[in-house]
C-alpha cells in the first residue's frame, strides 16, 4: 500500500498523535511531512508506505496559512503556549502594518524561533530553551511569496501567508512587531495548502477515522507530483533493475518513471543514463 492521504488535522492535537490514530487506522506504516504544532489546525499531509520516499521532492511546494497576530505583547514562544516576555501600548492600524509588509516578502533571512526543532551543538533548540539555557539561531534564508491582511481588528489581525518550506509563521509575526516598534503573538494558525494539498482534496481526520473504506481515500503516489512522465517497456524495466543503465535521448532532469502503467518513482537522467531514486514499488 503506497500513497498519500490529505488529512485535516484539528487544534489541540499534535502531529504524531493525529498520525498514531491514523496507523491505528489502516495498520500500515506511514510519516507525515511538515509538522503541525498542537495549537494550529489544518493540512497535514500523509506519506503510506513507501510514498514517504518521496518526501523530498514535495519540500520546494509552495503552503499557504491563515494565522492571527494579537499585537501589544509577546512571549518567549511567539504563540499562545510561551510565557509572557515584552508589553507594548502601541497597536498600530492597518495602514501602519501594510507599509512595512512588502519588507518581509521575497527572499529574506529569518531568524528562527528560540523554542523551535532547530538543532544547536545537536540538541534541540526548544530543549535548552525550556531549561533557561541562551540559544542564539543564525538566520536561515526563506522564501515569503506574499502576506495580506484578510480580517479582524485592532489588536487582532488575520493575515493570510504563501511561503516556501521552512519558513516559521511566528518569525513572521515577531519580525512585522518589531519592524513597527511594538510586539505581537501569533494567537491561531490554520494551513490552508501544502503545494498539491489543500482544502478542497483534504478530509478532516474524524471523518477518515469513521470511514469504514479508508483505503479509498488514498491519493495515488505519482498525483502530487509534477515532473515529466518516462514510461519504460517490460524490457527497459528489467534491464533497469538488473543494473543495465540504457541511454535516453532525454533532457537531464527528474522524471516520472512507469512500467507501462505502473508508477515506479523518481528518475534522475544525467548524460542520458537513467537512476530511479527513490523506487516507490510494491
Known sequence: MNGFLNIYKPRGMSSAHCLNKIKKKIDYKCGHMGTLDPLACGILPVGIGQATRLFDHLLDKR????????????????DLEGELLSKSDKIPILEEINAVLPNLCGKIMQIPPIFSAKCVDGKKSYKLARKGIAVDLPPKEVEIFYIKIIGGEAPAYKFEICCGGGTYIRSICRDIAHALGTFATMTALERTASGFFTLEN??????????????????????????????????????????????YDLP????????????WGVGIIESQKLVVKPYVRG
Open 252 to 263: 537531464d532532469g527528474k522524471y516520472c518513471v512507469y512500467c507501462e502503467s505502473e508508477f
Open 63 to 78: 503552503k499557504t496559512y491563515i494565522a492571527e497576530f494579537t499585537f501589544g505583547y509577546e512571549t518567549d514562544t511567539l
Open 202 to 247: 483534504c478530509i478532516h481526520l474524524d471523518d477518515f477515522l469513521a470511514n469504514p473504506n479508508p483505503q479509498e481515500l488514498i491519493i495515488p503516489s505519482d498525483n502530487p507530483l509534477h515532473y515529466q512522465k518516462l514510461v519504460l517497456n517490460q524490457l527497459q524495466a528489467t534491464r533497469l533493475l538488473n543494473g543495465i543503465r540504457d541511454p
